[in-house]
């Protein structure tokens, strides 16, 4: 059973930097795709960035292309997000995703979600 665990979140001003890991277990995660998404009450949850988890695939949602980098450490099964110039527009429950099927946009395309962890990015 994959299991994934989000943490790093928390409160930063705006202009600042946070960097979320997500830790994964319980699968072979070769062939996975690792993505970010976030999610504020009242709207659908949005893509954010996305990862494969060996080679070079990398893919960012426009409004956070240039801040944001997606990363992986293979050796500790662990994605990171590091944020940087963030906003109060960036404020949303970040959660972890993955899929052992080709790279997907939409929530409905991936198969294991971690618990979430909380941004707040204050003005």
């Known amino acids: 059973q994959v299991q994934l665990v989000e943490s790093g979140g928390g409160l930063v001003q705006a202009g600042g930097s946070l960097r979320l890991s997500c830790s994964a277990s319980g699968g072979t995660f070769s062939r996975y795709i690792l993505a970010w998404f976030r999610q504020v009450p009242g709207k659908e949850r949005e893509f954010v960035a996305a990862i494969r988890w060996r080679g070079g695939f990398t893919s960012y949602a426009g409004s956070v292309k240039g801040r944001f980098t997606i990363s992986r450490d293979n050796a500790k099964n662990t994605v990171y997000l590091q944020m940087n110039s963030l906003t109060p527009e960036d404020t949303a429950v970040y959660y972890c995703?993955?899929?052992?099927?080709?790279?997907?946009?939409?929530?409905?395309?991936?198969?294991?979600w971690g618990q979430g962890t909380q941004v707040t990015v204050s003005s």
């Open positions: 995703a993955a899929t052992g099927d080709r790279f997907t946009i939409p929530t409905m395309g991936y198969d294991y």
